[in-house]
């Protein structure tokens, strides 16, 4: 059983800074590769970026390379998404998603990824 709480949404202006984390707990023992997607309303949940779970590579969507940072925060298990110079683009609900085995590589694709959180809101306004 893996479990994936995800924190830090909130409101933000545009230019502004969110860090969201994400802290999976698991019952047993595995490494994960862990993505970010972000879904707005009426669209289609959105690949933002992910890292895998053995050599830590780092994957981005282009609208974010450059502003956004995944990494590990401390521990396998949790990771954050720096998110700098915010867009009114960028707002939406964001999930964390963990797949096991994902050791050099992970996917910008939420179809494979097994496990999901609930989601944190992030709002911008102008």
């Known amino acids: 059983q893996v479990h994936l709480v995800e924190s830090g949404g909130g409101l933000v202006q545009p230019g502004g800074s969110l860090r969201l984390s994400c802290e999976l707990t698991s019952n047993g023992y595995g490494h994960y590769g862990i993505g970010w997607f972000r879904q707005a309303p009426g669209k289609e949940r959105e690949a933002i970026s992910c890292i895998s779970s053995h050599q830590d590579n780092t994957f981005y969507a282009d609208s974010v390379k450059g502003r956004f940072t995944i990494g590990r925060d401390g521990g396998k298990n949790a990771v954050f998404l720096q998110m700098n110079s915010l867009k009114l683009e960028d707002a939406g609900v964001y999930y964390c998603?963990?797949?096991?085995?994902?050791?050099?590589?992970?996917?910008?694709?939420?179809?494979?990824?097994?496990?999901w959180g609930q989601g944190t809101q992030v709002t911008v306004y102008s």
């Open positions: 998603a963990a797949e096991a085995n994902f050791a050099s590589t992970c996917y910008l694709h939420p179809d494979v990824y097994g496990y």
